[in-house]
């Protein structure tokens, strides 16, 4: 069966639909000639029957099956002659008197009217079959049309066909994929050799990208594991100051989110794949492991965190990059916040995120989730948002923004792709 969008369809569609209109417009114009000549033919009859009996001195009037003749003049009037034809002017003229069809001829010669007329029902019957004739023709021609369009149809995408089916089993990393070999020297051969070239490409790339991966998850991985030992080491030491071990413990704390951000762009290099059996994960937990990791960034400054947890949905995610979702949230939400509260609600099919901080303009709420911008009072690179973007269209998720400039912003992540939003004013 073919798809009303592919391309063999199309093709032994346009074809038919060729065929018929061809087919039709001849066979009319078959018609209608073989019609105008019949015409003719019969007013060349009827003249030449009208010129004979006109030359002779006294008019005797055809009465066959086929002809009929009348005369109108001052000296003589046909006493049967039919009134619809007494009043017809010159020319000639297609006619019904009674209930049989003429085609009638009426020429001046003299002082007299002549009026000749042709019995046209024999002719009428002709045509009749004849057009069923031609209507037969042009339903046998649409029917081979159709039928040799499907054919050809078949016949010139077979090339393509066997293409599309080949690239479509294809995996970048076929080292012995080679197209070429199934196709001739034509455009689909073209099209075949700039697949090619295009698959020599991607293994090219995937290949700088393995080596790219392996190299970023060695050489950072390491140092930073140093420098969380190196910390652990320092504050184990009594002699520190309070101070001092504010700043150690700012510096685990940024080595730990380099470590987990270095894992969460690893995991989105790569393709997401799932396996039947692995269970689904507990959000609620993400939720609260983030929120006790983030607690320290308060460090007595007056912010109230509300985690209220109405649903705890089960879904399939890598875990760390939901905490690379959540803790970017967080952080937004304190380092934006000077006084008030965050709230972290998380239902069946939503997580949100609020808080009481500056807040954002229209312009500056536009462009949000863009790569690399950054708010007047942003401290950071202009990355955190639209990763958690890039992360949440990894599942197929919706983040939205609503925010008001000095009432604070609301972030909302749909688990589901259905729209939906909330109002500003819904925080708790």
């Given amino acids: 069966m073919f798809q009303t969008s ?25 018609y209608f000639t073989v019609q105008q000549i019949g015409h003719r033919l019969m007013d060349q009859v009827l003249l030449v ?34 009134p619809e034809v007494k009043a017809l002017p010159p020319g000639g003229h297609n006619i019904t008197v009674g209930e049989v069809d003429y085609r009638a001829q009426v020429v001046d010669v003299g002082d007299a009217r002549y009026f000749m007329m042709f019995n046209t029902e024999s002719q009428h019957l002709q045509e009749t079959k004849f057009f069923r004739f031609v209507v037969f023709f042009a339903i046998f021609m649409i029917v081979s049309s159709s039928i040799g369009g499907v054919i050809l149809a078949s016949r010139v995408t077979a090339s393509v066909t066997r293409l599309a089916r080949q690239v479509g089993q294809a995996e ?35 290949e700088r990208e393995n080596y790219f991966t392996a190299d970023v998850s060695h050489e950072l991985r390491t140092p ?69 990791k983030h607690l320290p960034l308060i460090a007595g400054r007056p912010i109230r965190m509300e985690v209220k947890l109405i649903s705890e949905p089960d879904l399939l995610f890598e875990r760390p990059l939901l905490e690379v979702v959540i803790g970017n949230l967080i952080r937004n939400a304190l380092f934006n916040t000077k006084a008030g509260f965050v709230l972290l609600r998380l239902e069946e099919d939503r997580l949100v995120v609020q808080d009481t901080g500056v807040g954002m303009r229209p312009d500056e709420l536009a462009r949000a989730l863009d790569r690399y911008y950054k708010g007047p009072s942003s401290a950071g690179s202009g990355v955190g948002l639209s990763l958690v973007k890039r992360i949440c269209e990894r599942y197929g998720w919706r983040i939205s923004l609503d925010s008001q400039e000095g009432q604070g912003t609301m972030a909302v992540i749909m688990f589901t792709a259905a729209k939906s939003s909330l109002p500003l004013s819904e925080s708790k």
């Fill in 6 to 30: 592919s391309l063999r369809f199309r093709v032994a569609f346009y074809y038919a639909l060729f065929g018929a209109g061809l087919s039709v417009l001849l066979s009319s114009g078959v």
């Fill in 49 to 82: 029957e009208l010129y004979e009996h006109a030359s002779e001195e006294k008019f005797e009037s055809p009465n066959t099956a086929s002809i009929k003749g009348y005369i109108v003049s001052d000296k003589e009037t046909s006493r049967n002659i039919p």
């Fill in 172 to 206: 970048p990393r076929d080292a012995d994929l080679s197209l070429i070999k199934l196709t001739t020297n034509d455009e689909v051969g073209e099209l075949a050799r700039a697949f090619d070239r295009y698959l020599r490409r991607l293994r090219e790339f995937i």
């Fill in 224 to 292: 930073l594991a140093i420098m969380l030992g190196t910390v652990e080491v320092l504050e184990q030491d009594a002699t520190l100051t309070a101070k001092q071990r504010e700043r150690i413990a700012r510096i685990r704390r940024a080595a730990q989110d380099m470590i987990e951000l270095t894992s969460a762009l690893l995991l989105m290099a790569r393709e997401q794949q799932y396996s039947r059996d692995e269970p689904p994960g507990h959000v609620g937990e993400v939720v609260r492991s983030c929120v006790e």
